[in-house]
C-alpha cells in the first residue's frame, strides 16, 4: 500500500503541476540569470545538496529504502521489505530553508536548518551552505530509566559545491556529528566525516548522483562508510530519484553512522525519493 500510495502521489503530481522545479528553487540556473543552480533537487540522494526553496515554496518528500538484495528471491531481493521517511521543507527565505520528517527507522523524528552562505554565479566560483539537524529517536528501549536526553542526535555540515559546467556538479561535506548517549563507553559521542558528491547531467531532465562519506573515526563494529548511486528525473513540478544505496536510514546521524551493511557483501537497498513542491506565496 505505501508504494502504491507513492506511485499515485507520482502520477499526480505529474498531471496537475503547474510549476517547474527550477522556478522553485534557488539558486536557479537561467541563461539571464547570473546565480548557478548545481542539483536538480535539494538532496544528492540521502545528503543535501546546496540548493534550496526560494521562499514560500513548501515541498512534501516521500523516500522508500527497501531490503538489501542479498535478501534473495523469498523477499523479492529486498522489495518485500520497505522503510520510509515522509518530510516537509519550506523556504522561509531565499537564503534560509527548514523542515521536519519522520522516520519508521527507529521511529526517529528529525527536524534541520540549512542557510546559504554564498552562491556560485559569474563572479563567486563556489556555494557554501550551512546545515544543522537534530534527531530524536522514538522507538521503545529496553534499558530502563533511559532519559530523553539521550535520544538526542545532532549533525552539522559546510556544504561547499561548485558547479564545473553545465553537465558536471562536485560538492565536499564536512561533517560533524554528536550523539548524546552510546551504546557502550568505548564508542564515541563525536564523529566527524568528509563526504563528497557529484552529478553528471545527461539532459535537462535526467542526471546521475553518487554519494560517500567517510567516516575518520567511527570505532562501532560492523559499520561501513554510506555510498550511494542514482538518477534523478525531472517531470515538471517534482523530481522523483531512483538509487542504490548500503544505508537503509535517511536521516543523517543514520545514514552517516549507523550504516551495517556492505555493497561487497550485497547489502545494496534500492530506493526512491518523490518530492513534490507548492508555492504558498
Known amino acids: 500500500m505505501k508504494c502504491l500510495y507513492s506511485l499515485l502521489l507520482l502520477i499526480s503530481s505529474y498531471s496537475f503541476s503547474q510549476d517547474n522545479l527550477e522556478s522553485l528553487l534557488n539558486p536557479i540556473d537561467y541563461s539571464t540569470n547570473d546565480l548557478v543552480r548545481t542539483f536538480f533537487s535539494t538532496r544528492i540522494v540521502n545528503s543535501h545538496s546546496v540548493d534550496i526553496y526560494k521562499a514560500g515554496a513548501l515541498d512534501l518528500r516521500i523516500s522508500h529504502r527497501f531490503g538489501p538484495v542479498s535478501s534473495g528471491l523469498y523477499e523479492l531481493f529486498g522489495l518485500d521489505q520497505a522503510t520510509i521517511r515522509v518530510g516537509l521543507e519550506y523556504g522561509i527565505s531565499n537564503k534560509l530553508m527548514i523542515g521536519l520528517g519522520r522516520s519508521s527507522y527507529k521511529k526517529n523524528y528529525d527536524g534541520f536548518l540549512k542557510y546559504s552562505l554564498i552562491k556560485q554565479s559569474k563572479n563567486i566560483p563556489i556555494s557554501i551552505v550551512y546545515f544543522s539537524s537534530i534527531s530524536i529517536e522514538s522507538i521503545k528501549m529496553t534499558q530502563e530509566n533511559y532519559p ?134
Not at 550485497?266 to 530506493?271: A, K, R
Request: net charge positive; with cysteine.
Open 148 to 281: 530523553f536526553s539521550g535520544r538526542l542526535n545532532y549533525c552539522n555540515q559546510i556544504l561547499v559545491a561548485k558547479r564545473l559546467n553545465s553537465k558536471i556538479s562536485f560538492q565536499l561535506m564536512p561533517t560533524f556529528i554528536h550523539k548524546n548517549m552510546v551504546e557502550k563507553k568505548s564508542h564515541n559521542n563525536n564523529l566527524f566525516l568528509v563526504g563528497t558528491g557529484m552529478r553528471y547531467k545527461f539532459s535537462n531532465l535526467v542526471a546521475i548522483n553518487a554519494e560517500y562519506h567517510y567516516n575518520l573515526n567511527n570505532n562501532i563494529d560492523h559499520t561501513y562508510n554510506s555510498f550511494s548511486i542514482g538518477f534523478d528525473i525531472e517531470t515538471g513540478g517534482h523530481i522523483f530519484q531512483l538509487h542504490c544505496t548500503n544505508s537503509l536510514s535517511m536521516y543523517e546521524v543514520g545514514f552517516l553512522t549507523e550504516t551495517n551493511e556492505s555493497w561487497m557483501n550485497g547489502g545494496i537497498h534500492f530506493g526512491f525519493n518523490i518530492s513534490r513542491e507548492f508555492i504558498l506565496k
